[in-house]
């Protein structure tokens, strides 16, 4: 049997416990803690029964790997990974497809925050290559604050190649990108069927990502700064489409 999993923070946990409640073993909860929040937590595990257990502030900090668990840890059965199998499922099942597609993000935090996002406009999956990039850690999913739970994550092998795949099922691939040949993100197209590409912050899109995309866009930027952090900027494209396909 494969080692569980350990998420941790209350949405993390709550979000488990709405759809997916059977994944969780058991739930550890800091000895003595006893606000309501939790309290509601432990009425919804109650139905399932799923086993409570008390822990001190160390004990959880280990098993969550980091000190800001909230309170609150689950053991849970080790999800399986998505793959493109996966993502052929989806194509098959949905005509507008919005997909999220992150190239070489590093930082768990920053995937995290991209993943709540995502969850946040009705993004159906997120897409990551499998090297070079932040996996779906307890942290990430901490940050993800129960989008995690909600949305399909899907690691590929070959990054350009799951895209040239998308752009021959009728996906058109819209990379972010301060170029020449980009529009502003206000004025590109983002109905029916479509992946957002976003690049990392130091290096941008890798040059294979660049070419499977059939539009390029821009965030305009009045101030002095003129760069943003990968998750902001994905907020910022992810609404203006969010915005466009609702209309």
């Known amino acids: 049997m494969a080692k569980p999993e350990y998420h941790f923070g209350l949405h993390s946990v709550e979000a488990l416990l709405e759809t997916q409640p059977e994944s969780i073993l058991s739930l550890f909860v800091l000895q ?6 939790l309290k509601q937590l432990l009425k919804q595990a109650e139905p399932h029964g799923i086993s409570v257990q008390a822990a001190g502030r160390d004990t959880l900090a280990k098993l969550a ?8 840890v689950a053991a849970v059965r080790a999800a399986p990974v998505l793959n493109e199998q996966d993502l052929d499922l989806l194509l098959e099942q949905k005509a507008d497809l919005f997909l999220l597609v992150l190239d070489q993000i590093t930082d768990p935090h920053n995937l995290g925050a991209c993943i709540r996002t995502a969850a946040a406009m009705g993004v159906d999956a997120v897409i990551v290559p499998k090297d070079r990039a932040a996996g779906l850690t307890p942290v990430a999913r901490k940050v993800a604050a129960g989008g995690a739970e909600k949305i399909s994550f899907i690691q590929v092998t070959n990054l350009a190649r799951t895209l040239a795949h ?21 004025q590109c197209d983002f109905s029916g ?3 957002v590409v976003m690049g990392a912050e130091d290096t941008g899109l890798r040059r294979l990502t660049q070419q499977q995309c059939d539009q390029m866009a821009y965030i305009p930027m009045q101030g ?3 760069s943003l ?10 609404y203006e489409a969010c915005r466009q396909r609702s209309h």
């Open 193 to 195: 069927a479509i992946a």
């Open 166 to 186: 998308v752009r021959d099922q009728g996906v058109q691939v819209i990379g972010t990108l301060l170029d020449e040949a980009a529009k502003p993100v206000d």
């Open 224 to 226: 002095e700064l003129q």
């Open 65 to 72: 790997g980091s000190p800001q668990h909230q309170g609150i």
């Open 229 to 238: 952090n990968v998750s902001v900027a994905t907020g910022m494209v992810l």
């Open 32 to 37: 003595g803690r006893d606000d309501q929040r």
